[in-house]
């Protein structure tokens, strides 16, 4: 499943490049943890905060964000990926396509529990918890999670169609799905806004590693005729 426009001399020295990337990425987020953990100034905006959003709950609110913060969950990355690899059997996209997804995911996965090990950061009290959390606080698994697969969407939606209309609204909801994820965390009372942000910019900056070392350069979707048929793009925008 190598990229097919990547000598394999090309490909192997941008493959270390990356993962030289992994392990900076972590190690930087390790120590913004690290950071985080033991500031008192942190500390204190993180409760602050967690406590305006917690006195404004409302059982509406509650119930909706049980239902969004699922986004963010293992079962929306498997989703997602199974959504590639049927446009990959069905030749809409690239098998390099569904290689970037799982290393996108793999090194999304292994940077933030990694962290999460290292760091230790305690939750937010249990009392203010409305659904159940496992592991540290630092970073948001599930706020992570959320990029990765809104991420996804909005570079499927641009490969697989020219209609501006549809791209729009694609990228619209896929970063508003991603804000919403992370607001979900803290209103319900498992991770710190810290947590939160950390899992999202950290999943970017590593999303971005991995198109700038590859996916403009690889075809990611399969090239048809007709002004709107899927697969039109080459490249990821």
């Not at 986004?71 to 059997?89: C, E």
Request: hydrophobic share 55%; net charge positive.
């Amino acid at each position: 499943m190598q990229p097919e426009s990547l000598s394999t001399r090309a490909f192997a020295s941008r493959s270390c490049l990356l993962a030289l990337g992994w392990f900076a990425i972590t190690a930087g987020l390790f120590g913004v943890g690290e950071f985080v953990a033991h500031s008192h100034a942190v500390t204190d905006v993180d409760r602050h905060i967690t406590n305006w959003v917690v006195d404004r709950r409302t059982p509406a609110l509650d119930a909706t964000m049980k239902v969004v913060t699922w986004i963010g969950s293992w079962v929306a990355v498997a989703i997602t990926g199974g959504v590639v690899l049927a446009l990959t059997v069905a030749k809409y996209l690239t098998r390099a396509a569904l290689l970037l997804f799982v290393v996108a995911w793999a090194g999304e996965y292994a940077t933030v529990n990694s962290v999460k090990h290292l760091v230790g950061r305690p939750r937010p009290p249990r009392a203010l918890w409305l659904v159940t959390a496992r592991g540290a606080s630092f970073p948001s698994g599930h706020a992570a999670n959320a990029t990765l697969v809104g991420a996804a969407a909005v570079s499927m939606a641009l490969l697989l169609t020219r209609r501006r209309s549809f791209r729009a609204s694609a990228t619209t909801l896929g970063f508003l799905a991603i804000a919403v994820v992370g607001f979900s965390r803290v209103e319900l009372g498992v991770h710190w806004t810290t947590d939160v942000l950390a899992g999202g910019l950290v999943t970017l900056v590593w999303l971005g590693a991995v198109a700038w070392l590859f996916a403009r350069t690889v075809p990611l979707a399969v090239p048809r005729s007709g002004p709107d048929e899927p697969g039109i793009r080459r490249h990821a925008v």
